[in-house]
């Protein structure tokens, strides 16, 4: 089948969608300005959805998320 009897729109158009870097749709989503990722702000307090290179990423520490340090980037703890 093809994306216009599917969809509803040409295949052009189906191409130019699926690279599109989508919106936030929410007030808890956002695109951050250091990795252009859409995140989420978390209802504890957190931000998820940074890229692994990201300052602002949380790291995972057991069940607890925490910003990472500075030992941390010069460690190379990843």
Same mark, same amino acid.
């Given at each position: 089948m093809s994306a !216009? %009897?599917? *969809? #509803?729109? %040409?295949a !052009?158009? *189906?191409?130019?969608?699926? &690279?599109?870097?989508? &919106?936030? =749709?929410t007030s808890r989503e956002f695109r951050? !300005? !250091?990795c252009k990722a859409r995140c989420t702000r978390l209802t504890e307090g957190g931000e998820a959805g940074h890229a692994y290179f990201? %300052?602002?990423r949380l @790291? @995972? =520490? #057991?069940?607890?998320?925490? @910003?990472p340090t500075l030992e941390? *980037?010069?460690g190379g703890d990843a």
């Open positions: !216009e %009897s599917q *969809l #509803g729109i %040409s !052009e158009e *189906l191409r130019v969608r699926e &690279k599109a870097r989508p &919106k936030p =749709t951050c !300005e !250091e990201c %300052s602002r @790291r @995972r =520490t #057991g069940a607890e998320r925490e @910003r941390d *980037l010069e």
